[in-house]
């Protein structure tokens, strides 16, 4: 919980009360590798903060085939933000590739820090900000840089993730193949 704290102290200003106040609603679970965090179909009504570990988020195409959006590292919300906001069901797993230590924000937590906590609307706007500018910041990349581009920038996003994930998903997450990661890494080590 004290991770929670601190990353909620840097982003507004909360008292020690309103900290533990919200933290009380708040339940730790840790997730075994591979485990399911929150699957398709289901209304989202939690975000999880990642405290230790690594969570992906995968959308299922018409054929079955997985594709990588986002990785979750440590001091990360994660959710399908737009379902939980909109309660519908969610289009998106996600899945532990690590043991994943997280809290989970209930829907009744998070509601009642926008109505309790003197800036708990400030938190949620700032959140939903980072989350529009990462998920911006995504669709510029995948449409605007080289395969080779956003494999060099990966890392300022995810630090230390070619060390933490297969590199299949990887891949996935840069909308290539496999082999053309191979070709990538290959080529980055040749300078």
Same mark, same amino acid.
């Given at each position: 919980? @004290?991770?929670? &704290?601190?990353?909620?102290?840097?982003?507004?200003?909360?008292?020690?009360?309103?900290?533990?106040?919200? *933290?009380? /609603?708040?339940?730790? =679970? *840790?997730f075994?590798?591979?485990?399911?965090?929150s699957? $398709?179909? #289901? +209304?989202?009504?939690?975000?999880?903060?990642v405290?230790?570990?690594?969570?992906? $988020?995968? +959308?299922?195409?018409? @054929?079955? $085939?997985?594709?990588?959006?986002?990785?979750?590292? @440590?001091? /990360?919300?994660?959710?399908?933000?737009?379902?939980?906001?909109? !309660? /519908?069901?969610s289009?998106? *797993?996600? &899945? %532990?590739?690590?043991? #994943?230590?997280?809290?989970?924000?209930? =829907?009744?937590? $998070?509601?009642?820090?926008?109505?309790?906590?003197q800036?708990? !609307?400030?938190?949620?706007?700032l959140?939903?900000?980072?989350?529009?500018?990462? &998920?911006?910041?995504?669709?510029?990349?995948?449409?605007?840089? #080289?395969?080779?581009?956003?494999?060099?920038?990966? *890392?300022?996003?995810?630090?230390?993730?070619?060390?933490?994930?297969?590199?299949?998903?990887? %891949?996935?997450?840069?909308?290539?193949?496999?082999v053309?990661?191979?070709?990538?890494?290959?080529?980055?080590?040749?300078?």
């Amino acid at each position: 919980m @004290e991770a929670l &704290q601190y990353a909620i102290a840097q982003m507004i200003h909360a008292s020690p009360g309103e900290l533990a106040d919200f *933290t009380r /609603q708040t339940i730790k =679970r *840790t997730f075994k590798r591979l485990d399911t965090v929150s699957r $398709v179909d #289901t +209304v989202p009504n939690e975000i999880f903060f990642v405290v230790k570990g690594v969570i992906r $988020v995968i +959308v299922t195409d018409r @054929e079955g $085939v997985d594709h990588t959006i986002h990785f979750a590292l @440590e001091n /990360q919300f994660i959710a399908d933000y737009s379902c939980f906001l909109t !309660q /519908q069901p969610s289009m998106y *797993t996600l &899945q %532990a590739l690590e043991e #994943t230590e997280t809290v989970v924000l209930p =829907r009744s937590a $998070v509601e009642w820090g926008y109505q309790n906590m003197q800036e708990g !609307q400030k938190l949620g706007r700032l959140i939903a900000e980072f989350y529009f500018m990462y &998920q911006d910041n995504r669709i510029k990349n995948l449409y605007a840089r #080289t395969p080779k581009e956003r494999y060099d920038t990966i *890392t300022d996003v995810f630090p230390n993730i070619h060390n933490r994930v297969p590199q299949h998903m990887i %891949a996935s997450y840069l909308g290539i193949t496999p082999v053309h990661l191979s070709r990538l890494k290959k080529v980055g080590v040749e300078r």
